[in-house]
């Protein structure tokens, strides 16, 4: 459903030139979930936002569904494809009810039947008829959330790409808004790709995974084996050790993988 080959994002020049993603390769089938995982700063959001569009300065190839992206993304790539982001809160017009955050996909792309479409999405994330005339301010995290959900599935897209989806949620919602993404997904038949810098997130979500460090991945791996704690890369078994409670002090003895920049 997506390949990924050789993508590179560089920003800035000469002293402010970073070099966020290198040569970064994956595929993900249909109907799986793909890990992106790595400490901030690792080049995952930069990885989502040129697959997404956001970013057209990307080189490499990437294909979708079978056809080769340009920079430039079309209108019916959007029905494809579609990005949930970490701060619900700032993704969703702090002015707009929910109502008009999900009729907007809809007029752009001239869908019939909007009441009922928006009445489905709504149910389809736990939020019933009464949140639909409700400002995103009058919503809990989870719920604002879950609002970012429908408003990506409102166009019915095949992929979802997930940035850090549930980071800013305490614990117990976070759980509640992975669950309802599994649901999602078992019932459209979607395609995910879901960043965190969570190992557990990635372990109780994703089929494969690919582990970032400074733009490069350092390892993919099978979630089996990521269960059964045999990562290869020192780098992977650090990221297990600091998600596992959130040691500090192994934290503090991380070691730098990376090429350098
Ligand atoms: P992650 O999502 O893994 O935390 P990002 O992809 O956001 O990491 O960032 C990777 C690197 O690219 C970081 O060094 C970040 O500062 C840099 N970066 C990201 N976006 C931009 C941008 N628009 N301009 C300049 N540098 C950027
Ligand atoms: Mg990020």
Redesign the pocket.
């Known amino acids: 459903m997506i390949e990924v080959e050789k993508l590179n994002?560089v920003?800035?020049e000469g002293e402010?030139r970073?070099h966020?993603?290198r040569d970064v390769s994956f595929r993900v089938p249909e109907g799986t979930t793909f890990g992106l995982v790595?400490?901030?700063?690792?080049?995952?959001?930069?990885?989502l936002?040129a697959m997404s569009g956001l970013?057209p300065t990307w080189t490499g190839r990437i294909s979708v569904a079978g056809r080769t992206l340009g920079p430039k993304r079309d209108k019916a790539f959007y029905k494809t494809v579609q990005m949930v982001f970490q701060d619900p809160y700032g993704s969703l017009h702090p002015r707009h009810t929910v109502d008009r955050i999900l009729m907007e996909p809809l007029s752009i792309h001239r869908l019939d039947d909007p009441e009922t479409r928006i009445d489905r999405v709504l149910r389809e994330v736990g939020l019933g008829p009464d949140f639909r005339f409700r400002y995103p301010h009058q919503l809990s995290g989870g719920q604002r959330q879950r609002v970012a959900v429908a408003r990506a599935l409102i166009l019915e897209p095949k992929i979802l790409l997930l940035?850090?989806p549930t980071s800013a949620l305490d614990v117990s919602v976070q759980a509640e808004v992975l669950n309802l993404l599994q649901r999602l997904k078992k019932l459209h038949g979607l395609t995910y790709i879901l960043?965190s810098?969570d190992l557990s997130v990635v372990g109780h979500m994703c089929d494969d995974l690919a582990v970032?460090n400074r733009?490069a991945v350092v390892e993919e791996l099978s979630v089996e084996r990521l269960r059964s704690h045999a990562p290869e890369h020192p780098y992977t078994r650090q990221l297990m050790v600091a998600s596992l409670g959130y040691d500090r002090a192994a934290v503090d003895k991380f070691e730098d993988f990376g090429p350098g920049n």
């Open positions: 994002v920003f800035g402010d970073v966020a993603v790595g400490e901030s700063g690792s080049g995952k959001s930069t990885v936002r970013n940035d850090e960043v810098h970032m733009g």
